[in-house]
C-alpha cells in the first residue's frame, strides 16, 4: 500500500474476513491458499483490534458535559 491509498475502512476489512472465512470453509480451497488466507485474516484481525482500541480510547478521552 502506498502512501497516497487509505487504509480500509473497519466495515471493509470485516467483510474482507467474511470473504475468507467463507474460502477457508470451502473444502476445495488449496492448502497453500489457505495458509495464506489464514495469514491475511490474522492480519487483518489485529489491525481491527487496533482499530477498536484507538475507537475506545477517543470515546473515554471526550470530555463528560457537566451538570
Known sequence: ?????TEPTYEEMIAELREIAKQL????TPIEDAVKLHQRG???IQKCETFLQKAE??????????E
Open 25 to 28: 470453509d470451502d473444502p476445495n
Open 57 to 66: 480510547l477517543t470515546i473515554t478521552e471526550v470530555p463528560q458535559p457537566s
Open 42 to 44: 490474522m492480519a487483518l
Open 1 to 5: 500500500m502506498t502512501k497516497k491509498e
